[in-house]
């Protein structure tokens, strides 16, 4: 059997009881490594496991899937996926290999907390969020601005809407690569600060208000960590707002945003003032 | 310190292993237990953390938090919540409250698996969604009809919708209550089908061609336990389904369904050749 087990979204123990005991005793494990990654590294996961654990890397997941399922069909193999198994595509697209699988592979998913939901934390209601948007490192030729059109439509309703940011954790350095050299660049995460200042670029082209320098939003850094921050304010402020070590997300408030939810929001403002005075003015009913 | 943490969606062993330490040492456990149950009951809780359980129901909570928060800022308190602390707006609420107790109680969140991200199970991408919905129980003379507009604001951008389906577990006997007698009606669970069948009922009224009888839908019950159900169908063969025991949500499908969400999705058809069929006819891009 496959099991497809969360680890949640900070340490190593963060992972459910029963994923610990499946992970004990599988044959073989896995770590999807990079669609997310946790704050602690694989040689402490291997330890507290008791397990070797093999970093399975995009490569690996989609052109070398039958390594990963090799005597699946009779054995135990656990892959990992950080966070929530569904949060990303491998999941379904391993899956439906195990059922085309000759003979069938069952599989078996432990679902564990996903930032899709820990960004709760942040007090704005999960009722209340339309759909979840990625953001990609912007680079001098490329500035993909489609996101831009995911959150209008999330806003034209009045919702708020979850940026997920951009991770490179093995990217080719493209000028090795063209000497014939593959050498990986070191590992990059969008910061809060980045994110925000993308959707300003956007906003300055585009001009449709939805992501201007008076927006509110709320920036979060290492959830369901110990040391997880959490900092709202205007996209302006939080294009200057540091929030330390990786991983960060975003969430850019929508005009329906509820009184309760502004109560709780706004002790976490850079500056509260500022925050009750925007709130006041653009978004309270 | 206030610690709320998140136990998961199916039994005792979903909650994660730091959960699980803190549960251990606290001094008084409490398990929230009206927005949710877990698939065991308290008795099996208690055996496995060793620990007395008390459960909150909603008057407690809403009303003599004061008993829950008795010594939180020197001591460890735990409030167990089934899924993710955030699924409910309760852990705000409380948290809000510990910032505004005299002296202030420090709170720390362990997030844990919600239906929200575990619905992926179905091989709809978490992306695809839009705002979640409740679908609450009709009554005889109480038709809330609301849903349907939410639901509308999603097809019309194309997203799934994700309808979270009613519980009572602790409702007074209105009858009995009317004689001066506080009883309780045994706890109800709302199906996949009765939600089905509210969305047909509504649907003959307001005629907008949002939940009618051909569009497609996915039921999924006990989800994270290792007899979880997918069915998927259109709304009229849902609401014919059995899904067996709770918990059940629904899915219904937006336009915006993919083609490998299909692939995966038509795996768990009552009628394969008739979902297809109504797929290519409707959905298909």
Request: proline share 4%.
């Amino acid at each position: 059997m496959l099991h497809i087990i969360g680890l949640g979204l900070a340490d190593e123990k963060d992972v459910s009881v029963k994923g610990l005991e499946v992970i004990r005793k599988a044959e073989r494990v896995y770590l999807e490594a990079y669609t997310a990654v946790l704050l602690v590294d694989q040689a402490q996961l291997e330890s507290y496991y008791g397990r070797p654990v093999i970093l399975a890397d995009r490569e690996m997941v989609e052109s070398k899937s039958d390594e990963i399922l090799a005597g699946a069909d009779e054995k135990d193999v656990a892959f990992l996926v950080v966070g929530d198994p569904f949060g990303a595509t491998t999941h379904t697209d391993l899956a439906l290999r195990c059922r085309q699988h000759e003979p069938p592979i069952p599989t078996r998913t432990l679902p564990n907390a996903s930032i899709l939901t820990a960004v709760g934390a942040t007090g704005l209601s999960l009722y209340n969020f339309g759909q979840t948007v990625s953001m990609v490192f912007f680079t001098e030729d490329w500035m993909p601005s489609s996101f831009y059109d995911r959150v209008a439509e999330n806003t034209g309703l009045g919702f708020h809407t979850l940026m997920l940011l951009d991770i490179k954790v093995k990217e080719p350095d493209l000028k090795a690569l063209a000497r014939g050299k593959i050498i990986y660049e070191p590992p990059r995460f969008m910061t809060v600060a980045q994110c925000a200042a993308q959707m300003l670029e956007v906003e300055e082209e585009r001009k449709q208000g939805i992501c201007s320098k008076e927006a509110l939003a709320v920036g979060v850094a290492r959830l369901g960590s110990d040391d997880q921050q959490i900092v709202a304010g205007t996209l302006e402020e939080l294009a200057g707002a540091d929030l330390g070590k990786p991983l960060h997300s975003l969430v850019l408030c929508g005009k329906k945003m509820h009184e309760l939810e502004w109560e709780y929001v706004r002790g976490f403002a850079m500056d509260q003032k500022k925050f009750d005075d925007v709130w006041k003015q653009n978004y309270k009913a």
